[in-house]
């Protein structure tokens, strides 16, 4: 391949990994056509794309980015897995698949720089809480002090509410209000 056509390689992967932050390295020597087709598209669903990447001209590419540290990745037969909202959901989707298609193989992942090697990585990476998942528990917390404030607040207003109605309901009944100590 000559020097032009590789430049011109490497620059469409700059393009197309333009401002993705985490990807997920996989294999798919080994899996058939119709499985191939039943993967993308099942991921294609999930606004995640498979991209089949020349390693050399990908190491090239992905220097001094985010993607940078797949390299140790960047071995044999490669596909790079990215897309979705968060680089959590693509590993979570793409450890359902490799159960189900027997030839696939999880090579890694990268998530802001840190390298997950090898299957035992993407399922660690797998298991983390997704961007959206992590805000809501951020907030969750946050918001706790304040529900528990409102509620002490709240509380000694129903004591009173409770009173009174209990004493609205004796007098409607005609029954003797007593003071008790």
């Given at each position: 391949?000559?020097?032009?056509i590789k430049?011109?390689i490497?620059?469409?992967?700059?393009?197309?990994?333009?401002?993705?932050?985490?990807?997920?390295l996989?294999?798919l020597?080994?899996?058939?056509?119709?499985?191939?087709n039943r993967?993308?598209?099942?991921?294609r669903?999930?606004?995640?794309r498979?991209t089949?990447?020349?390693?050399s001209?990908?190491?090239?590419a992905?220097a001094k980015?985010a993607?940078?540290?797949?390299?140790p990745g960047?071995?044999?037969q490669?596909?790079?897995?990215?897309?979705?909202d968060?680089?959590v959901?693509?590993?979570?989707d793409?450890?359902k698949?490799a159960?189900?298609?027997?030839?696939?193989?999880?090579?890694?992942?990268c998530?802001?720089?840190?390298?997950?090697?090898?299957?035992?990585g993407?399922?660690?990476?797998a298991s983390?809480?997704?961007?959206a998942?992590?805000?809501?528990?951020?907030?969750?917390?946050?918001?706790?002090?304040?529900?528990?404030?409102v509620?002490?607040?709240?509380?000694p207003?129903?004591r009173?509410?409770g009173?009174?109605k209990?004493i609205?309901r004796?007098l409607e009944k005609?029954?003797?209000?007593t003071?008790t100590?």
């Open positions: 391949m000559s020097k032009p430049d011109m490497v620059a469409e992967y700059r393009k197309r990994f333009a401002g993705v932050e985490g990807a997920v996989i294999e020597r080994g899996v058939d056509g119709v499985e191939n993967l993308r598209l099942g991921l669903q999930k606004a995640v498979v089949v990447v020349k390693n001209l990908a190491k090239r992905f980015t993607l940078e540290s797949l390299s960047l071995t044999g490669t596909a790079v897995v990215y897309g979705s968060s680089v959901g693509v590993a979570r793409l450890v698949w159960k189900d298609v027997e030839n696939l193989s999880l090579k890694g992942a998530l802001e720089g840190i390298w997950f090697a090898g299957k035992e993407v399922e660690r990476l983390f809480p997704t961007k998942e992590a805000q809501a528990k951020v907030i969750a917390l946050v918001l706790s002090p304040a529900r528990n404030l509620g002490a607040v709240k509380s207003g129903a009173v509410l009173i009174v209990e609205e004796r005609g029954e003797a209000l003071r100590a």
